[in-house]
């Protein structure tokens, strides 16, 4: 009996397979044009199996479970060449996310743009959650390619300890949907308050080393260092929060002239 329902879901899912790749071209086209909202799970669906079997049976079993499946798994896995998480740009990659879930688009849970490697936790901020329309749809690291123009910015808090402020800045010639959707990706996976936490740890790291320029050379020296520091790292980031961190304490002239000793 075990080996008849193999077989007949072996039969099953070669079966789908041309069904898998419609399922797949349609949501290429519709991730490419921000639409993926208007996608629905009835039509995602694997012919003659549940979601539940169906993702057992193609994700966890024939991707995660079997060593040439695996193989494919762990390709997916290593995309970022530095595995930091593209959707933070700072966490390890540690898993696959799926971008629309695959209990809900069983017919997508193996397909590759819809698996991207995720730190922990953003696989967690995003959970199983099914964007309702453009503007609450978030940022595909493999299409919405958006850090050849500069966004994120930063400013000094005047708090004590000092902190940073990070918030989104579009260039005017983004549309209105982009913006929309940068700044619920920004609040969906609390980058704000990521990358502020990152940023303090920095000030703290550098506080002794810049007291020891401000003595020597004054503000300017400073100035000069962070400005260094900040045009090394956009350089290899445009919108890291390193660089940006860097850029918002060499601008903010109570910083440079000694506000980091407080």
Not at 28 to 35: E, F, K, V, Y
Not at 254 to 262: E, I, Q, T, V
Request: charged content about 25%; proline content about 6%.
């Amino acid at each position: 009996m075990r080996g008849t329902r193999n077989g007949q879901r072996r039969g099953l899912l070669l079966a789908a397979g041309d069904v898998v790749e419609a399922a797949g071209e349609r949501f290429r086209l519709s991730a490419r044009r921000g639409a993926v909202f208007e996608l629905r799970s009835a039509e995602f669906a694997v012919p003659g199996m549940s979601a539940g079997d169906a993702v057992r049976w193609v994700y966890e079993n024939g991707m995660v479970g079997t060593r040439d499946g695996r193989v494919v798994y762990e390709r997916i896995m290593g995309a970022p060449s530095d595995e930091r998480c593209p959707l933070c740009g700072h966490g390890t990659v540690r898993t696959l996310d799926h971008f629309l879930p695959k209990k809900m688009f069983p017919a997508l849970c193996v397909d590759p743009l819809n698996l991207v490697p995720a730190c922990a936790d953003c696989n967690h901020a995003k959970g199983e959650g099914v964007p309702s329309d453009a503007e609450t749809t978030p940022l595909h690291p493999y299409l919405d390619r958006i850090d050849h123009d500069p966004w994120l910015e930063a400013r000094v808090v005047d708090s004590s300890p000092l902190w940073l402020e990070f918030f989104i800045n579009p260039p005017p010639q983004w549309d209105p949907v982009l913006i929309a959707r940068t700044r619920y990706h920004f609040a969906l996976f609390g980058l704000a308050k990521l990358f502020a936490v990152q940023a303090n740890r920095t000030v703290s790291s550098i506080r002794r080393q810049l007291a020891d320029l401000l003595s020597a050379g004054g503000k300017d020296v400073v100035r000069a260092y962070l400005r260094e520091e900040a045009n090394t790292r956009l350089a290899d980031r445009l919108n890291g929060w390193e660089g940006v961190t860097y850029r918002a304490l060499a601008r903010d002239e109570a910083f440079c002239s000694g506000a980091f000793s407080s």
